[in-house]
């Protein structure tokens, strides 16, 4: 069983930057398509940012395009989320998970690390 595990998240201004990283158990990380997801106080869980196997293909939702960068580093299971002009509507509860391939459901799921940003 895969276990991902998420870290990085914490308090910070609106303006300031955050580096979330999730760190996979288990060989076949480099092969799965792993994601950024994110949950708000009383709303659904809702998708962030994903990467291909080679990370050489990103996706984003149009709110975090370009201040949010997801990547990988497959040598050591790892997958990041650099987070940058944060705002307050950023704040929630942060996931990484992963998937086989395209349209497959996500899989494995992180426990989530909490991002504040205060105004």
């Known amino acids: 069983q895969v276990q991902l595990v998420e870290s990085g998240g914490g308090l910070v201004q609106a303006g300031g930057s955050l580096r979330l990283s999730c760190a996979a158990s288990g060989r076949t990380f480099r092969t799965y398509i792993m994601g950024w997801f994110r949950q708000a106080p009383g709303k659904e869980r809702a998708s962030v940012a994903t990467i291909d196997w080679s990370g050489s293909s990103t996706a984003y939702v149009d709110s975090v395009k370009g201040r949010f960068t997801i990547s990988r580093d497959n040598t050591i299971n790892t997958v990041y989320l650099q987070m940058n002009s944060l705002k307050p509507e950023d704040t929630a509860v942060y996931y990484c998970?992963?998937?086989?391939?395209?349209?497959?459901?996500?899989?494995?799921w992180g426990q989530g690390t909490q991002v504040t940003v205060s105004a």
């Open positions: 998970a992963q998937r086989v391939r395209a349209g497959a459901p996500w899989s494995s």
